[in-house]
């Protein structure tokens, strides 16, 4: 804004400007405090009139940015980033024909009890508050679209729901500390749209409309020229004759991509269909079918990123089984063509899936599995095999990111096949545990590969794993790094030989003298408890 100088302070201090916050402008120019009055002790002013300032922060703590414009002063809230929020409730109320009272649930989970969580609407570029009220019987926070007030959570809670949301709509869920609105003078007032941060942005887009089925047969005297019908089907309002055809297809492919409404989409669609229609959801009897290439493309993709790995059937929800089977299809995705991605969706949808492919994916790249991340080199046209422990009878997810330069088959026989990088993911899931393993592969032309772990034997592992072995000189400390940990995980670590390699609270090892020792490390989250083990060998 022009005429506006800004200060940012701690909002758990005393309201004094942070002189020392890293700031830039748009170009990338350093910036410094510039306006040092009584009245404005310590505020930027941007280089260029309604220029920007970059503050470059600490993302565990919180700001307050106050923006002053004449006698004016504006606040906004720095909030946490916030993971794990994802739709888990689409409800057509009973009506396939209408879909412009549909609506949604979107989960926080886990959730900080330490913290308020509200729910915002995003309009034309613009964050709007959604009023609430929480129903004790359901457990839930209401959308109430009647209320003035109530937007925030009461905190406590290890899970936040909010229900009744339009299922056409983009939305983000921000958070502010427990009780901030009551005992901070700063946060008195404060509306859940002044609040910065918070989650990515939410996209939601109701699901087609399905034109009912006719109630009478066509007369069988009619003439079979289409536009002499004498009784068209009132809901075909911009579709052909129904006469063309006693059954609408609920499959035709020129049913139009709900994500080309207009709505920011994570994945791009065309802007237009090769046979558009005027009526949204409506089947389109002069749609082109796909060519065997394409239906084989379609076939494939679904097969490989629509499909739930145990049973077979068409994912419905991202989880420790599925959350690789549909990230791996991203650049696949990208790949096909409009009418391709219509397609799959469609099959999707004819499976029970409640979302399309991009809203999975959206999911899936923010659903969190804990587990180790293994760096490995290896030569050109070798192999190397994971040490897979308890997996008998457990469902094996793999997947490459690159399948000409290296792969992993379910015994964990990985294959370098050419130079280059790849990322290769193992998940080994057994009734509620699971253990993944994700793998960045480097091949090259000359390489030693390394020695595999081969004679190794454990009555303490239990559960399913994909162990890693790690070496380690005496007197060094290392700390074991998790990749996929929520904020609030609970971890806890293990060492079965505390002489050789004891390991502290936050896990950092230490090989003080030669041998081997199993290490585990628990991890709490997602309302599940993940065992992953280590094993490391300290020498000279």
């Known amino acids: 804004m022009k005429d506006t100088v800004y200060a940012i302070v701690d909002a758990s201090g005393d309201g004094t400007p942070l002189l020392n916050i890293p700031t830039v402008d748009e170009k990338g120019v350093s910036q410094y405090p510039n306006v040092y009055t009584t009245e404005l002790p310590g505020y930027y002013r941007p280089s260029e009139p309604g220029g920007k300032l970059i503050f470059t922060v600490d993302k565990d703590k919180e700001y307050v940015i106050y923006a002053k414009k004449d006698t004016k002063t504006d606040v906004v809230i720095v909030g946490p980033e916030i993971e794990g929020v994802t739709i888990v409730d689409y ?22 009890p330490g913290y308020q969580y509200a729910i915002l609407n995003k309009v034309d570029g613009k964050y709007y508050d959604m009023p609430v009220e929480y129903d004790p019987v359901k457990k839930e926070y209401v959308y109430d679209k009647d209320k003035n007030d109530g937007f925030l959570t009461t905190g406590g809670e290890g899970k936040v729901i909010f229900s009744n949301l339009p299922a056409d709509g983009t939305y983000k869920v921000v958070a502010i500390p427990v009780g901030k609105t009551i005992d901070d003078e700063i946060y008195q007032g404060l509306k859940p749209s002044q609040i910065q941060g918070g989650s990515p942005d939410i996209i939601s887009v109701p699901k087609p409309i399905q ?3 006719p109630s009478e047969s066509p007369d069988p005297g009619s003439s079979s020229d289409p536009s002499a019908s004498a009784t068209p089907d009132p ?9 063309a055809s006693t059954k609408p297809d609920p499959n035709a492919s020129a049913t139009p991509d709900p994500n080309a409404s207009g709505k920011p989409s994570a994945s791009p669609s065309a802007s237009a269909s090769a046979t558009p229609s005027s009526t949204p959801g409506a089947g389109n009897a002069t749609a082109a079918p796909l060519d065997p290439d394409q239906q084989s493309r379609v076939d494939k993709f679904v097969e ?14 991202v989880d420790d089984l599925t959350k690789d089977v549909v990230s791996s299809g991203e650049k696949e995705w990208n790949q096909l063509s409009s009418a391709e991605q219509d397609a799959v969706n469609q099959r999707l949808k004819d499976g029970g899936c409640p979302y399309t492919y991009q809203e999975l994916l959206q999911m899936a790249n923010t659903y969190k599995i804990p587990g180790f991340k293994l760096h490995k080199v290896m030569k050109k046209n070798s192999k190397a095999k994971l040490k897979l422990m308890k997996c008998k009878g457990a469902t094996i997810i793999v997947t490459s990111t690159n399948k000409k330069v290296a792969t992993v088959n379910k015994k964990g026989v990985i294959k370098a096949k050419k130079k280059g990088k790849a990322t290769l993911t193992v998940t080994a ?7 993944r393993l ?3 592969i480097e091949v090259r032309k000359k390489f030693k590969n390394a020695t595999e772990l081969k004679k190794f034997k454990s009555n303490r592992i239990k559960t399913p794993t994909i162990l ?14 998790i990749y996929g940990l929520e904020k609030n995980a609970k971890v806890k670590y293990i060492s079965y030989n505390k002489k050789a390699l004891p390991i502290n609270k936050k896990g950092r090892y230490t090989a003080k003298k030669k041998g081997r020792s199993l290490m585990r490390v628990t991890v709490k989250q997602n309302d599940k408890t993940y065992f992953l083990y ?6 000279k």
């Open 438 to 440: 994700v793998i960045n």
């Open 235 to 243: 809901n075909a309002s911009a579709t052909p004759d129904p006469n």
């Open 429 to 435: 899931v057994k009734g509620k545990y699971s253990n």
């Open 468 to 481: 890693i072995a790690k070496k380690r000189k005496l007197k060094k400390s290392t700390k074991i790094k």
């Open 211 to 213: 034109s009912p089925k």
């Open 534 to 539: 280590l094993y490391v060998t300290a020498f």
């Open 304 to 317: 490989e990123h629509g499909k739930n790995p145990s049973t077979g059937e068409i994912i419905k929800k």
């Open 91 to 112: 409800d057509d109320k009973g009506t396939l024909e209408r879909n412009d009272d549909d609506t949604i649930s979107i989960e926080v989970n886990p959730a900080d």
